[in-house]
């Protein structure tokens, strides 16, 4: 494991998939390294790739109000994503992309220790949650793993392109709420 430095260091020059030859920046990840609670999304958008920093689109945008209605803030949690780096016109990254960058991500959760791991989205929830996940069905429902609990609720993308989801993940995140104040240390 290696401390956050050396990782952002290494994170920053990587060249282990194919989409080091498209990235304009690697989008590390940021927020709190004293977290309790990690939101992970799926990858660079446009905003992201040429900024750096995560959910600063239309996404980030509805993002930081969803944390607002439970209390959050980008002070408070840490944000990260399953690949560092975007996916060419905002595809869905391959499964050896993910694999190829995951290390980061493992790293990252064990620098944190978060007690709480939100997935925004099928694409986290497969790979850190189960590979048959159902975001549809399956939203707002926890798992713990290795003692960290677990859930997924819609990417705020999905939010942006159909609006009847918004109610269902409203619930989630109250429920998201609701376990924060039950497990979590820091006053929220
Ligand atoms: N969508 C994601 O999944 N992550 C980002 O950082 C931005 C948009």
Redesign the pocket.
Same mark, same amino acid.
């Given at each position: 494991m290696k401390d956050w430095e050396a990782l952002r260091s290494e994170c920053m020059s990587c060249q282990n998939c194919g989409l080091a030859e498209t990235r304009t920046n690697v989008?590390f990840g940021e927020g709190n390294q004293e977290a309790e609670v990690m939101f992970i !999304?799926? =990858?660079? !958008?446009e905003q992201?790739d040429r900024t750096g920093r995560?959910?600063v =689109?239309r !996404? !980030?945008k509805l993002l930081d109000e969803m944390l607002g209605m439970i209390g959050l803030d980008r002070t408070k949690i840490y944000i990260a994503?399953m690949v560092k780096c975007r996916p060419p016109k905002n595809r869905d990254p391959l499964p050896a992309e993910q694999e190829a960058c995951i290390g980061y991500l493992r790293n990252q959760v064990a620098l944190i220790r978060p007690k709480i791991i939100v997935c925004?989205?099928r694409v986290a929830a497969v790979k850190l949650i189960r590979s048959d996940f159902k975001i549809t069905k399956e939203h707002g429902q926890w798992v713990e793993k290795a003692g960290v609990h677990m859930t997924a609720i819609y990417?705020p993308?999905a939010l942006l392109r159909d609006p009847s989801k918004r109610p269902d993940t409203f619930a989630d995140l109250k429920a998201i709420q609701a376990r924060i104040q039950e497990i979590c240390d820091h006053t929220y």
């Open positions: 989008v !999304g799926e =990858g660079p !958008g992201e995560p959910f =689109g !996404g !980030g994503n925004l989205g990417h993308a």
